[in-house]
């Protein structure tokens, strides 16, 4: 019996995959996501409310003979953590427990493990916040949040003012985690290409899935992320950032399931934005990596659970995916009130279209146009010529910034 925390998010695509390997599991929700709790259809599923709600779930998941606990979610991994602790099934280091979720922490993890890092510190006032500005000489900077997710509140600060002002901005504001930024983290900018780094670990080993190269476009002092594009045969620096990034989950403690990490490839080097220890968000529709791969993230989380020994002669494959796959991000030129998606004509024609998801709806205002939550919709595009489909993406993205693929008409009118 699998325990899913929180299978929220690309957690319910987590669950989906189970369910394809007849594995038996039972839906655990946090207080906090009482309503997704309520709208799950799965017939096993457990709420924790209350002071003693820990120690209550894990009595009842032990009757329940669960053997494995893992995060479906960023909201479930500090819980999935506690629960598999008192049950004492596999999980990772408990020690490491808050610096897998608190970005400060994180980078001091590595600092412990002699890994190259980002100059991060944290501040929980203005005044704190000017007296590390004063001592800082290395422009821009980034200010974010501590423990959020998607972009969300991640502003890139060319000057002291900027950086100011992206303080007060995120100071007590609600994030996507649903916690109040009480600490904001204030954090060296690292130039140079960003990757993405999927892997699902196995006992401390750590298996590499899936590498992708991110287009990240800086807009209105903010990163929006344009797109994804995996690699095939990996260079001397890829590789080198790949061995980089499986330090930096043992420097984490993370020993089980997936992990999602996102690393700069700088001059000097690669360097960590963050470790997720959960799938990859915000939508993992299967088909797309599976014509690339031959597997998806969560099928192969699901194969590491419930067909361990398959998992295993993985580590003797080499990396070597057949086909390319993209993800674009699709991103409205404005704010406005959608009228309709001209876009699409011009998209299912072009070379290596496989599919689209989470269409934003006619008639209803553009969301979340800054952050990588896939509301404003998901394409997804695989070819065996990654030239071709670099090509693809430059010429989509063209038609977007224009104007053309999304047509709005302003709120209010």
Known sequence: ????????????????????????????????????????????????????????????????????????????????????????????????????????????ALKAAGLPHA????????????????????????????????????????DRETARAAFRHVTGATNLMGSTNHEVVVQQCLNGVQYIVNTVSMGGRHLLTELYAERIDRVDNAPMLRHIISRGSLSDPERELVDYVLGCLDALGI????????????PEGPRLVEVNSRVMGPSLAPDPYHAAFGYSHQHLTAERVLRPDDFQRRFDLPYAPARTVAKVLLRPHADGVLEALDGLRVLRRMP??????????????????????????????????????????????????????????????
């Open 119 to 158: 100059r991060t510190v944290t501040v929980t006032s203005e005044p704190e916040l000017d007296k590390i500005l004063a001592d800082w000489d290395d422009y821009p900077l980034v200010v974010k949040p501590l423990d959020s997710a998607g972009s969300d509140g991640c502003t890139l600060c060319p």
């Open 255 to 266: 020993r089980e399931g997936a992990a999602h990490t996102e690393v700069m490839l700088t």
């Open 352 to 413: 290596g279209f496989h599919s689209i998801a989470r269409l934003p709806v006619i008639g209803e205002p553009v969301r979340d146009r800054y952050l990588t939550t896939g509301a404003c919709g998901i394409a997804y595009l695989v070819h065996e010529d990654a030239q071709l489909l670099e090509s693809v993406l430059e010429t989509l993205h063209e038609i977007e910034d224009s104007g053309d693929f999304f047509r709005l008409r302003p709120a209010g009118d």
């Open 1 to 108: 019996m699998i325990a899913l925390v929180n299978p929220v998010s690309t957690g319910a695509e987590l669950a989906a995959a189970f369910g394809e390997e007849g594995g038996s599991c039972v839906h655990v929700y946090s207080a906090d996501q009482r309503a997704a709790h309520e709208a799950d259809p799965h017939p096993f599923r457990l709420l924790l409310d209350g002071p003693a709600a820990v120690e209550q779930a894990a009595e009842q998941l032990a009757r329940l003979g669960v053997d494995t606990v893992m995060a479906a979610s960023e909201y479930g991994v500090t819980l999935a953590d506690e629960l598999a602790e008192r049950l004492g099934t596999p999980h990772h280091d408990p020690a490491r427990r808050a610096a897998r979720r608190d970005k400060y922490l994180m980078i001091q």
